[in-house]
Every structure is written in C-alpha cells, then in structure tokens.
C-alpha cells in the first residue's frame, strides 16, 4: 500500500495544480470538473494497478525461499534456554 502512495504522490503533483489537488481531497471535489476528478482517480488506480505488478513477483520470491528455520529463543545470543 505505501508504494502504491509513493508512486500516486509524484504523479498527482505533476497533473494537477495544489489548490485542485487539495479541493478534491479536502473539500471532497464537488466543484471540480468532472475531468480532474477523473485525472485523480485514474491516478491513484494506476498505482494501485502497479503496485499489484511489482507485488506479485515479491510474493512468488517469498514461495520459492521456503520456510524459514530459527533456533528457539536465548540460543542464538548463547543464553541458556529454558524450558
């Protein structure tokens, strides 16, 4: 999800003026042209779509390393382990 936000940010601030921006935002964008508020939304729908792109790949990643093993907890600093 933050991704998704950090790619949205750069492509909101370079299409649309701030005081459009935060109309939409704050207000809700019930003056705006019905085209800004399209700009927006396909926007923040493309990073969406982008972020599911690039997660897709991370989760196949994480499928194929397998589990991972740990020691139980005071072995690996060397402490002894209770029971």
């Not at 729908?45 to 599911?52: M, T």
């Amino acid at each position: 999800m933050m991704i998704s936000m950090a790619i949205a940010l750069p492509v909101l601030l370079g299409s649309i003026p701030m005081d459009e921006m935060m109309e939409m935002f704050v207000i809700g964008g019930s003056s705006m042209p019905v085209e800004v508020q399209q700009a927006v939304t396909g926007g923040i729908a493309l990073a969406f779509v982008v972020s599911a792109i690039l997660t897709v790949p991370a989760v196949i990643a994480s499928a194929l390393r397998g589990a991972e093993e740990r020691l139980p907890v005071g072995l690996e600093t060397g402490e002894p382990h209770r029971t």
